[in-house]
T-cell receptor, first 113, second 117 residues
Framework: KAGVTQTPRYLIKTRGQQVTLSCSPI?????VSWYQQTPGQGLQFLFE???????NKGNFPGRFSGRQFSNSRSEMNVSTLELGDSALYLC????????????FGAGTRLSVL | AQKITQTQPGMFVQEKEAVTLDCTYD???????LFWYKQPSSGEMIFLIY??????QNATEGRYSLNFQKARKSANLVISASQLGDSAMYFC??????????????FGQGTTLQVKP
């Protein structure tokens, strides 16, 4: 079974631009969660999608948004990029029940110049 | 509020020896889950082991075991017979109950483990 796939792996953008990151979950998994990892703040939860609906959201500004498609693939968008948005963005998938284990992708490393 | 604390920023261990990585947690939820993940320099988070709050026995997965002490709110990871490939960052994480915790893991700051040959 293929794992969680994130594309692209690396991305360089400039301030003010917007960016879209993609996450394909493990086949059969309906939940996708997104996390931001920075040296200063560590790993922080962004949001979770299940069956095309956002079920939970972390404490991030509205510039961070996401969506999920009918095939469970998810995208995350960051608008008006700031230098502080430079981070490793990880997505994780699970079947969707609260007690399920989350399996992570390799992440997208975003650099904002 | 839920919180995970990992007090060891860095650890060294000799190859083939055992090592314990510390994790304490704080939650008021009666039902929760505790996880350990490994993150090599490549960035991918690799799931290692899971312990449910109602599990009576400590979880084990191959060379990994979780020393779960509920009263002390600790969930230490024990790696037996360390290998060079175990060198990585290790994160302890918790999942709480209720809709506000759906799909959400709370992570500690991580422990960097270096295995010496």
């Amino acid at each position: 079974k293929a794992g969680v796939t994130q594309t692209p792996r690396y991305l360089i953008k400039t301030r003010g631009q917007q960016v879209t990151l993609s996450c394909s979950p493990i086949s059969g998994h309906r939940s996708v969660s997104w996390y931001q990892q920075t040296p200063g703040q560590g790993l922080q939860f962004l949001f979770e999608y299940f069956s095309e609906t956002q079920r939970n959201k972390g404490n991030f500004p509205g510039r961070f948004s996401g969506r999920q498609f009918s095939n469970s693939r998810s995208e995350m968008n960051v608008s008006t990029l700031e230098l502080g948005d430079s981070a490793l963005y990880l997505c994780a998938s699970s079947p969707g029940q609260t007690e399920n284990i989350q399996y992570f992708g390799a992440g997208t490393r975003l650099s904002v110049l | 509020a839920q919180k995970i604390t990992q007090t060891q920023p860095g650890m060294f261990v000799q190859e083939k020896e055992a090592v314990t990585l510390d994790c304490t947690y704080d939650t008021s939820d009666p039902s929760y889950g505790l996880f350990w993940y490994k993150q090599p320099s490549s960035g991918e988070m690799i799931f290692l082991i899971y312990q449910g709050s109602y599990d009576q026995q400590n979880a084990t997965e191959g060379r990994y075991s979780l020393n779960f002490q509920k009263a002390r709110k600790s969930a230490n990871l024990v790696i037996s017979a360390s290998q060079l490939g175990d060198s990585a960052m290790y994160f302890c994480a918790m999942r709480g109950a209720g809709s506000s915790n759906t799909g959400k893991l709370i992570f500690g700051q991580g422990t960097t483990l270096q295995v010496k040959p």
